[in-house]
T-cell receptor, first 113, second 112 residues
Framework: GNSVTQMEGPVTLSEEAFLTINCTYT??????LFWYVQYPGEGLQLLLK?????DKGSNKGFEATYRKETTSFHLEKGSVQVSDSAVYFC????????????FGKGNQVVVIP | ETGVTQSPTHLIKTRGQQVTLRCSSQ?????VSWYQQALGQGPQFIFQ???????GRGNFPPRFSGLQFPNYSSELNVNALELDDSALYLC???????????FGPGTRLTVL
């Protein structure tokens, strides 16, 4: 089946530090890959996406590259801000007439001033 | 352009009761998906509706049912509520041919 695995545990870091959140996937076919962000008390917002191998998605200083050879889609940001504190979810979709999303468990990111 | 809206925002029910959650899709979208997000977990796919027909279902029992209306809005119904049904219920709309889903703010359901 289709599944996403994210690194365990919350991530706490200081402002302006480098952020990496690991994401690996298992899928039948050729998935599209996504990162969603959830701020406290809110729904999910699409942060970035990539639809084929070697594509790089980017938005608001965040980047992730679709690596088919390692089945990974790690999220990175060079210099985080306090406002980046949120929960980040990696997800995939394999569209066979149904674009359902399979999500990872999410990572809480806390940025300390 | 109006985004995805959901009602109510919060809901408290007791075990055994029934609940209906509502979702209005984003303008131009004909597909609605529902997800359950338990505390501290990622969202789990419940089902999807396309043009008023169910178009895929996740691993949820039949007491989870839905409807989609001609204006593409949707309802999620849950019968015989259990304590484990306590969660944030998210609705997302999309164009079926597309691969991007847009989420509403969710309905927080608490079952006592």
């Amino acid at each position: 089946g289709n599944s996403v695995t994210q690194m365990e545990g919350p991530v706490t870091l200081s402002e302006e530090a480098f952020l990496t959140i690991n994401c690996t996937y298992t899928a039948t076919g050729y998935p599209s890959l996504f990162w969603y962000v959830q701020y406290p008390g809110e729904g999910l917002q699409l942060l970035l996406k990539a639809t084929k191998a070697d594509d790089k998605g980017s938005n608001k200083g965040f980047e992730a590259t679709y690596r088919k050879e390692t089945t990974s889609f790690h999220l990175e940001k060079g210099s985080v801000q306090v406002s980046d504190s949120a929960v980040y979810f990696c997800a995939l979709s394999v569209s066979y007439g149904n674009n359902r999303l399979a999500f990872g468990k999410g990572n809480q990111v806390v940025v300390i001033p | 352009e109006t985004g995805v809206t959901q009602s109510p925002t919060h809901l408290i029910k007791t075990r055994g009761q029934q609940v209906t959650l509502r979702c209005s899709s984003q303008s131009g979208h004909n597909t609605v998906s529902w997800y359950q997000q338990a505390l501290g977990q990622g969202p789990q796919f419940i089902f999807q509706y396309y043009r008023e027909e169910e178009n895929g279902r996740g691993n949820f029992p039949p007491r989870f049912s839905g409807l989609q209306f001609p204006n593409y809005s949707s309802e999620l119904n849950v019968n015989a509520l259990e304590l484990d049904d306590s969660a944030l219920y998210l609705c997302a709309s999309s164009a079926l041919a597309g691969n991007e889903q847009f989420f509403g703010p969710g309905t927080r359901l608490t079952v006592l």
